[in-house]
């Protein structure tokens, strides 16, 4: 089975502060993503990579920046976090190639910024 | 512009009984891939079912299935004999683009199931 570890359930961090949220998967996918929950909102797409060293922004981008130094990890970084970024993160991950492949999910972090 | 709309309200069903989850979406792509995804209390991302623009035939998988109609572009799933397990928020996907796998998601439909 495919497995994506986010390194953390719960976090709390104060604004101002730099805050990194990193995310692991073990199937070699080449795609990896970093979506934002919020209530009413639904998933949205923050940052995505499609290779190592690679990064395209998604919808939501500001306030965000992403790495991935090594294909199974991609980390997203709040630069100066604010409260507008508490929410719920989620990381996903997905090969290339066949249409049906879904994109597999950890299991969240649930961030609040105080 | 939204490219999946889920609109139903909160949903409460009786257990045993059948469910469905209603799921429009837009694209101009001919080859596009429609997903449902639950998503229960604890948060995680579980994926149930895919359907490719051009299966001929409704995906099933278990008690999921899907209502696949093109020339509506809706893609709703239908869940079967419901258990209290089944309540959770579902996602409709889409994605049109293989190339870099990215989805978009609907707002969600939330549903309970009742004793």
């Known amino acids: 089975d495919v497995k994506v570890t986010q390194s953390s359930r719960y976090l709390v961090k104060r604004t101002g502060e730099k805050v990194f949220l990193e995310c692991v998967q073990d199937m070699d996918h080449e795609n990896m993503f970093w979506y934002r929950q919020d209530p009413g909102l639904g998933l949205r797409l923050i940052y995505f990579?499609?290779?190592?060293?690679?990064?395209e922004k998604g919808d939501i981008p500001e306030g965000y920046s992403v790495s991935r130094e090594k294909k199974e990890r991609f980390s997203l970084i709040l630069e100066s976090a604010s409260t507008n970024q508490t929410s719920m993160y989620l990381c996903?991950?997905?090969?290339?190639?066949?249409?049906?492949?879904?994109?597999?999910f950890g299991d969240g972090t649930r961030l609040s910024i105080l | 512009a939204q490219k999946i709309t889920q609109t139903q309200p909160g949903m409460f069903v009786q257990e045993k009984e059948a469910v469905t989850l209603d799921c429009t979406y837009d694209?101009?792509?001919?080859?596009?891939?429609l997903f449902w995804y639950k998503q229960p209390s604890s948060g995680e991302m579980i994926f149930l079912i895919y359907?490719?623009?051009?299966?001929?035939q409704n995906a099933t998988e278990g008690r999921y299935s899907l209502n696949f109609q093109k020339a509506r572009k809706s893609a709703n799933l239908v869940i079967s004999a419901s258990q209290l397990g089944d309540s959770a928020m579902y996602f409709c996907?889409?994605?049109?683009?293989?190339?870099?796998?990215?989805?978009?998601f609907g707002k969600g439909n939330q549903v309970v199931v009742i004793p």
């Open positions: 996907a889409m994605r049109e683009d293989y190339g870099n796998n990215r989805l978009a």
């Open positions: 359907q490719g623009s051009y299966d001929e």
């Open positions: 694209t101009s792509d001919q080859s596009y891939g």
């Open positions: 990579s499609y290779d190592v060293k690679m990064k």
């Open positions: 996903a991950s997905s090969s290339t190639g066949q249409s049906n492949q879904p994109q597999h």
